[in-house]
């Protein structure tokens, strides 16, 4: 069974933390993604990675960073926390090829205080 | 304005209504069209997936696809309870691009 987990289901943390957010696959999946999901605005694409070491900007970047050392593993990174932070934020996995489905992880809850 | 919109809702039905969900876009270039379902306190799973325009059928669910109209609907026939989610389009260029767009999704109740 394929999976996708994330480190926490639910974070608080205080406004000007280093917030890190771990996500690991299972499937050997090139692509891994970074979202966050916010009521109205739907999901919005973070960070992307293609490969180990390999990131791509998302629609809505500032203020995140990503680090992917090991295919299997793909961390997001709040350099300094905001309460315009706090959010659902969702890893996903794919294979690579356009359109191929992503897999999802439960998500994570950050709230900032 | 936002490359796709699909209606918030939520949108309530009795059980064993057929449902239609949809979504618009103004992307032209969208080839690949795609609903995901979202139980509550968990991640999207892909539900259906399409490559250009047509229908596509699974089981209780139908997925069908007008690029003429840049319009998708997902019909859900003898809706369950267990259809009680939140349905979120998506939908992808055909430039290997690996990235999907998505839709703000819909909440969906079925009321037993």
């Known amino acids: 069974d394929v999976k996708v987990t994330q480190s926490s289901r639910y974070l608080v943390k205080r406004t000007g933390e280093k917030v890190f957010l771990e996500c690991v696959q299972d499937m050997d999946h090139e692509n891994m993604f970074w979202y966050r999901q916010d009521p109205g605005l739907g999901l919005r694409l973070i960070y992307f990675?293609?490969?180990?070491?390999?990131?791509e900007k998302g629609d809505i970047p500032e203020g995140y960073s990503v680090s992917r050392e090991k295919k299997e593993r793909f961390s997001l990174i709040l350099e300094s926390a905001s309460t315009n932070q706090t959010s659902m934020y969702l890893c996903?996995?794919?294979?690579?090829?356009?359109?191929?489905?992503?897999?999802f992880g439960p998500g994570t809850r950050l709230t900032v205080t | 304005q936002k490359e796709v919109e699909q209606d918030p809702g939520p949108l309530s039905v009795p059980e064993g209504a057929i449902v239609s969900l949809n979504c618009t876009y103004s992307?032209?270039?969208?080839?690949?069209f795609m609903w995901y379902r979202q139980y509550s306190r968990k991640g999207p799973e892909l539900l259906m997936y399409?490559?250009?325009?047509g229908n596509k059928e699974d089981g209780r669910f139908t997925a069908q696809v007008d690029k003429s109209s840049k319009y998708i609907s997902l019909f859900i026939r003898d809706s369950q309870p267990s259809d009680s989610a939140t349905y979120l389009c998506?939908?992808?260029?055909?430039?290997?691009?690996?990235?999907?767009?998505f839709g703000t999704g819909t909440r969906l109740t079925i009321i037993p």
């Open positions: 990675s293609y490969d180990v070491k390999m990131k």
């Open positions: 996903a996995s794919s294979p690579p090829g356009t359109g191929r489905e992503q897999y």
């Open positions: 992307n032209s270039a969208f080839q690949y």
């Open positions: 399409t490559y250009s325009s």
């Open positions: 998506a939908m992808v260029n055909d430039f290997g691009n690996e990235k999907l767009t």
